[in-house]
């Protein structure tokens, strides 16, 4: 599994955990967010993910900001990119399973009631579960023409 990750200054930390969690898991994880707390734009941030991902070689984004909201806005724009922003575990375990998401966003000033960690596990064990909910995805990215 490969992921790459991107995040602007207000998820420094969360993005780190993401990577340390993920890595647990023996995912590979390409990091191209900020590691500092100097100011960016997300939108450039999500920008770059999505455009690295949308080229190949990659399973999975995650994208992170202050609150997640306006990177997963951003991603959103973007043709072929779906990316959730779950908030609790039961979100999370839900999008994977109904959503089929290319990507997923958190936000590093959010407190979340479940950890980042029991989240990221809630979404990537599990699986999609298809049938009426492959239509519905279908007709999400047909929103998109
Ligand atoms: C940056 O200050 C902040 O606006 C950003 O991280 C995010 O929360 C936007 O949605």
Do not use: W
Not at 61 to 78: D, R
């Amino acid at each position: 599994m490969k992921v790459i990750i991107g995040n602007d200054h207000g998820a420094v930390e969360i993005k780190q955990r993401i990577i340390k969690h993920l890595k647990t898991k023996g995912y590979e994880v390409e990091n191209i967010g900020v590691d500092k707390g100097d100011s960016v734009d997300y939108p450039d941030i999500a920008e770059a993910a999505c455009t690295k991902f949308q080229a190949g070689g990659y399973d999975y984004g995650i994208v992170c900001c202050g609150t997640g909201i306006g990177i997963s806005i951003s991603a959103n724009k973007i043709d072929g990119i779906r990316c959730s922003l779950p908030q609790d575990c039961f979100a999370a375990e839900m999008t994977r399973k109904h959503n089929n998401p290319n990507f997923i966003a958190f936000g590093g000033r959010i407190e979340y009631k479940d950890s980042i960690e029991d989240m990221l596990d809630s979404f990537f064990d599990n699986d999609f579960e298809g049938g009426r909910h492959q239509i519905r995805v279908d007709k999400i990215m047909r929103l998109e023409k």
